[in-house]
Structures are given as structure tokens and as C-alpha cells.
């Protein structure tokens, strides 16, 4: 036996001798009720950690840029802010992604919304990256959307 089922052992053998003692007083039945209804609840919630999934923590391979690495590569190669479908162009080939998926563009996005070193700022009548620690330059200097 494990030192938790030696020590529950002892905890019911307790109880017994206990409910024995002082069946008739209402505090120790009140504090009875109590200890069961938590003893239901955490067998319940112990019973819900058995059954459902594990959850799985995936991390990127610590080796390469991250998206945010790359997306910082492309704004200073461009020196204005880029869009989003732009940076996923940029993004997608090296790290091997599918540019066109759905799944890429929330990734990527949500690396970049998370990220410090980037933010989102208005540009062009629309939204693009910048580096979130400087200036956002003259509109007047958006090229005819070049890419990176």
C-alpha cells in the first residue's frame, strides 16, 4: 500500500471510532455532512480529471525564427508597416507553412498579437504590422505594395 491509501486507511479508521464517540452530538454530524459532501465533490472533480482529455502542450521546435522573428525581418526589409496576407506570404515558406490555410493566418496572427515587439497600426485604409517601439512612418511613404 501507497503512504495516501495508508493514511486514508487511518483517516477512516479514525472516523469510525469518532462517529462512534459522538453520534449524538449536532456538531460532528454537521461537520459528517460537511466531510462528505466535499469527499463527493472532490471525487467528482477527480473523476472529471480521469476522464477528460490530457491537455496537450505543443511547442514550436526551438530551432529557426519565430513568426514574430520573421514578421520583424519583413516590416525592416519593407521599412513600412505590412499587412497581415503580406507577412503570411513572407511567414509561410520558411517555415514551411500552407500560406493559404486559415489555421497559418489565426496562427500567425495570434504570435504577432501576443508579441511585445510588434503591434497593429493603421495604414493604407486598412491594418498592418509595425515595430510596437518606434514611430509609424508618413503614409505618403507606402510603396505600391511591395512585398518584403
Known sequence: MSDKNDLALARDEMLAVLDEKF???????????MDKALTAMDEGS??????????????RPSEGPTYVDLALEAVAAKGVPVPTTDLIRFIAPKR???AES???????QSGLSRDKRIKSVPWAG?????????K?????????????
Open 23 to 33: 453520534a449524538n452530538m449536532p456538531e460532528w454530524r454537521a461537520f459528517r455532512a
Open 46 to 59: 477527480a473523476l472529471k480529471r480521469k476522464t477528460s482529455s490530457p491537455r496537450v502542450i505543443r511547442r
Open 96 to 98: 514551411n507553412l500552407d
Open 102 to 108: 486559415e489555421k497559418t493566418r489565426i496562427n500567425i
Open 126 to 134: 486598412g491594418r498592418a504590422w509595425w515595430f510596437a517601439d518606434r
Open 136 to 148: 509609424v512612418p508618413n503614409t505618403n511613404s507606402a510603396g505600391p505594395g511591395a512585398s518584403p
